[in-house]
């Protein structure tokens, strides 16, 4: 099965990959997809536009929120949305409200994933944001 993110390295626009995601499945006659190929959609979406920060950042959180709604135990997206807010305050102005975001979001990481390859990191990230929170 070819994941999203190949179709998107294949050419295929941002914007069309989402609805393809909403589509998949429902040829035929055949029911909506489920939440979790709509997560993973919001997931590989919110990858993208995190990767062109300055210009996309917002749309990368809108993304990966969308993605925690479908799925809440969704860890992968949970850690991106983390760094995504991490990033986005350190960038602003030290926004409070969103490192406490952020550091919420770590959390919801290390609840679903405990061992994940990004426990580590997360633990460190959350050792930072509580540090500047304390400021």
């Given at each position: 099965?070819?994941?999203?993110?190949?179709?998107?390295?294949?050419?295929?626009?941002?914007?069309?990959?989402?609805?393809?995601?909403?589509?998949?499945?429902?040829?035929?006659?055949?029911?909506?997809?489920?939440?979790?190929?709509?997560?993973?959609?919001?997931?590989?979406?919110?990858?993208?536009y995190h990767e062109r920060v300055f210009e996309?950042?917002?749309?990368?959180?809108?993304?990966?929120?969308?993605?925690?709604?479908?799925?809440?135990?969704?860890?992968?997206?949970?850690y991106n949305l983390a760094l995504s807010y991490?990033?986005?305050?350190?960038?602003?102005?030290?926004?409070?409200?969103?490192?406490?975001?952020?550091?919420?979001?770590?959390?919801?990481?290390?609840?679903?994933?405990?061992?994940?390859?990004?426990?580590?990191?997360?633990?460190?990230?959350?050792?930072?944001?509580?540090?500047?929170?304390?400021?």
């Open positions: 099965m070819k994941r999203w993110g190949d179709w998107l390295a294949g050419g295929l626009c941002l914007p069309a990959l989402l609805a393809l995601a909403v589509s998949a499945g429902a040829q035929d006659g055949a029911k909506a997809p489920d939440r979790r190929m709509q997560a993973e959609a919001h997931y590989e979406l919110g990858v993208m996309s950042l917002d749309q990368a959180i809108a993304e990966y929120e969308q993605a925690v709604k479908l799925k809440p135990d969704y860890a992968e997206a949970h991490h990033t986005k305050a350190k960038l602003g102005t030290d926004d409070r409200t969103l490192y406490r975001k952020a550091l919420a979001e770590y959390k919801l990481y290390l609840k679903y994933s405990p061992q994940g390859d990004l426990a580590a990191k997360a633990k460190q990230n959350i050792r930072a944001v509580e540090a500047r929170l304390r400021q």
